[in-house]
Every structure is written in structure tokens, then in C-alpha cells.
């Protein structure tokens, strides 16, 4: 079994970059994104900010991904394809993106809330958000990767009875977009891979409101609950260090714009 492969300090800064770039494409989307919007036009929109600021789109011909974003709605897990149908009111879109640079990779995604969402599908979104501030708090030196695990694991399901799906999972990341380790959302504390300086992980909880099976479309890509309800994730890319985990995307850039798009909702609940 491959082991992961620590990075530099040098290298983890070219990864920050990275993904500070994804999550400035992310934000440039935000800006756009409501009712009525295509998501072939957003997924145009991304490759075009990816490749005027000096990157390639990440996921694009990357094991045949067909398009720059991964765009994901409502009972869509993760993997949607950009599509002809209008977003409308009332539906929640991971939208997931990648780039590539100096040899490294960059990744992060965000679920947006389009004009008025159920309460309880809300709550979902805030959940999901919150599991991964957690799983992240428990990324520093020396501890399990299962304890990343078990705390998104333990706040979804025994916390709030939402569900972890299982047959997908946070990874590794550097020159090659997925590398070991694979990260589960779900385990128990104190097993897995200890967790050294220089490790870096994507950590993405997909939780679903309903059952944790899932099924994948006739296209190859799509992953959707098989119950059909609702679907939450979350990404962000860390690095393990010695003074704690150090987040190397911005979700905060990307809510910034949230706050100034009418058409978006915060993913808060309401007091």
C-alpha cells in the first residue's frame, strides 16, 4: 500500500496558491449564481477565471471529467455535470472545483443555498459545514486520521441523525490530485495513519438528510442519494503542522460575495 507523501513548506505554499485560486473561482461563481442560471454557462464562466489567471481547471480530462466544475444539486451527492436546466428557488448546489499549477493541485467546494430554502434542508447545510470545522480541529500532529473522521462522523449522525455516505471520501493531495491517504468521514478515534508535518488532505463531508446509500447516474459521474432527499458538502484543503491545522483554501471569500448577492442565502439559521 502507497504511503502519503509529505510536502515542503515550499510546496505547501504552491498548494495554498492553488486553492486560493479555486476558492476565488468559487466566489466569482457566487457572484452569478441564481434562479434561472445554467450551469454549463457557470462551468464556461470557471474555466475562463481559471485559465485568465495562469491555471488549468483541475478536474477537466482528469480520469475523462468532462467539464471544469462539478455541480451538484439537491439530491445530487457529488460528481453532477454541468447542465442546460435552469437552477431554480429553493435548490441547494455543491459546486466543487479544481485547479492546476506549478505542478500541484488546489481543490475546495461549497454548497450554495438559491432564494428561499427549507428549514430543514438549511439545517442540513449548516451541519455539513459545521462537521468539517470540526473534523479540521482535529487534523494537528500526532493524532489519528481516524479522529478527523469520528468527530464529522460523531456530529452528523449521533449529534444531528443525518447520514455519512461511505462510498466516498475526502483523499490526499499534491502533484496528483487524489493520493493517499484516502480521508473517511466516518471511523473511530485513535485508528488510521498518524498524522505527521507535511501531510496534506482534502477534507469534504457529504452528508446526506436521509439514507447513507447512494447511486451513480447512467452518465458515469453522477452520484444522488438513492433516496432522492437532500445533500450537503463541504471541502476545504489543510495542512497538517505543528502548530495546528492550517487551512489552505478560503471559504470566507467565497460568503463574502454570498452576503452581497440577494439571490443567495447565508448557510446560517435563522435566530
Known amino acids: 500500500m502507497s504511503k502519503p507523501i509529505y510536502k515542503s513548506d515550499e510546496e505547501i505554499e504552491l498548494i495554498r496558491q492553488n486553492c486560493l485560486l479555486v476558492s476565488k473561482t468559487l466566489a466569482h461563481i457566487a457572484g452569478h449564481l441564481k434562479e434561472g442560471v445554467l450551469g454549463a454557462d457557470l462551468d464556461e464562466m470557471a474555466e475562463t477565471f481559471i485559465r485568465d489567471h495562469g ?20 439530491e445530487v451527492v457529488v460528481h453532477g455535470l454541468p447542465s442546460d436546466v435552469p437552477f431554480q428557488n ?6 466543487d472545483c479544481g485547479v492546476y499549477h506549478n505542478e500541484f493541485y488546489g481543490d475546495a467546494a461549497y454548497t450554495f443555498a438559491i432564494g428561499e430554502i427549507d428549514p430543514d434542508v438549511m439545517k442540513l447545510l449548516v451541519v455539513t459545514k459545521d462537521s468539517l470545522a470540526l473534523g479540521i480541529s482535529q487534523a494537528k500532529l500526532d493524532n489519528r486520521l481516524g479522529d478527523v473522521s469520528h468527530a464529522i462522523q460523531h456530529y452528523t449522525e449521533r449529534v444531528h441523525g443525518y447520514s455519512v455516505v461511505r462510498d466516498l471520501v475526502g483523499h490526499g493531495l499534491g502533484r496528483k490530485l487524489h493520493e493517499k491517504p484516502e480521508v473517511p468521514n ?6 488510521g495513519i498518524r498524522l505527521e508535518e507535511g501531510l496534506v488532505i482534502a477534507i469534504e463531508p457529504m452528508i446526506n438528510m436521509g439514507t447513507k446509500s447512494v447511486r451513480q447516474a447512467k452518465d458515469g459521474w453522477t452520484i444522488y442519494t438513492k433516496d432522492k432527499k437532500p445533500s450537503a458538502h463541504f471541502e476545504h484543503t489543510i495542512a497538517v503542522r505543528k502548530d495546528g491545522p492550517d487551512i489552505l483554501s478560503d471559504h470566507g471569500i467565497i460568503e463574502e460575495v454570498i452576503d452581497k448577492n440577494e439571490n443567495l442565502q447565508k448557510v446560517s439559521l435563522k435566530s
Open 90 to 95: 429553493g435548490d441547494i448546489v455543491s459546486i
Open 186 to 191: 466516518y471511523g473511530k478515534r485513535g485508528r
Open 55 to 74: 491555471a488549468l481547471p483541475g478536474f477537466k480530462g482528469l480520469y475523462g471529467c468532462p467539464s471544469t466544475l462539478l455541480i451538484s444539486k439537491n
